[in-house]
């Protein structure tokens, strides 16, 4: 129940390409959806989350799609870069108190190149 | 721009030793969190900290793990008696109060790389 699914596991897309990761929950508490980017040596970065309560949410080159009942969410990078080549995780976070660790529960991790 | 830094980038130690960890969280940040990262798989939630007492756990934080808030600004996992599965790249991040900006952001550190041989 605390398990957030993502596929595929490695995406390869030519330059130009809107490469899609998918994520697939079970647990009806998540309420936050981050999704970060992971170079090599580095520890993973924020790059955009959304609320259930929201279908959809853009930030540059980047947009998640979000579906409540079905219980997934998806990441698109448009017009692709061969410096978005990275690995790109999904997170859930479980709706608790303020006080409460609000532990991140990630999914598997997509290895993404984008061929220039 | 505040970052959350760890020391070491790398350790190495023998089975059975004892390893700190140390993390700097962003200074204004309350909430502490460690994660692991198996080399090729996901990261792992450990363990968060709040007030100066852990609010959670996973099932992989077992006695063999402790954390500890030293002073106003690190942070640091310790592991026991380290067996060669604790290998892996361990993550610090903290996270701030509720604010319009940075509320729910979890902002993560470079990671340390532990190696058991």
């Known amino acids: 129940q605390q398990q957030v699914k993502q596929s595929p596991q490695s995406l390869i897309v030519q330059k130009g390409g809107i490469p899609i990761i998918n994520c697939a929950y079970e647990?009806?508490?998540?309420?936050?959806f981050p999704w970060y980017q992971q170079f090599p040596g580095k520890g993973p970065a924020l790059l955009i989350a959304i609320r259930p309560d929201v279908s959809e949410k853009k930030e540059g080159r980047f947009t998640i799609s979000f579906n409540k009942s079905a219980k997934q969410f998806s990441l698109h990078i448009m017009d692709s870069q061969p410096g978005d080549s990275a690995t790109y995780f999904c997170?859930?976070?479980?709706?608790?108190?303020?006080?409460?660790?609000?532990?991140?529960?990630f999914g598997e991790g997509t290895q993404l190149t984008v061929n220039p | 721009e505040p970052e959350v830094t760890q020391t070491p980038s790398h350790q190495v130690t023998q089975m059975g030793q004892e390893v700190i960890l140390r993390c700097v969280p962003i200074s204004n940040h309350l909430y502490f969190y460690w994660y692991r990262q198996i080399l090729g798989q996901k990261v792992e939630f450990l363990v968060s900290f709040y007030n100066n007492e852990i609010s959670e756990k996973s099932e992989i934080f077992d006695d063999q793990f402790s954390v500890e808030r030293p002073d106003g600004s690190n942070f640091t996992l310790k592991i026991r008696s380290t067996k060669l599965e604790d290998s892996a790249m361990y993550f610090c991040?903290?996270?701030?109060?509720?604010?319009?900006?940075?509320?729910?952001?979890?902002?993560f550190g470079p990671g340390t790389r532990l190696t058991v041989l």
């Open positions: 991040a903290s996270r701030g109060l509720r604010t319009s900006g940075d509320y729910n952001e979890q902002f």
């Open positions: 997170a859930a976070r479980m709706r608790r108190k303020e006080t409460s660790g609000s532990r991140l529960t």
């Open positions: 647990n009806t508490a998540f309420d936050y």
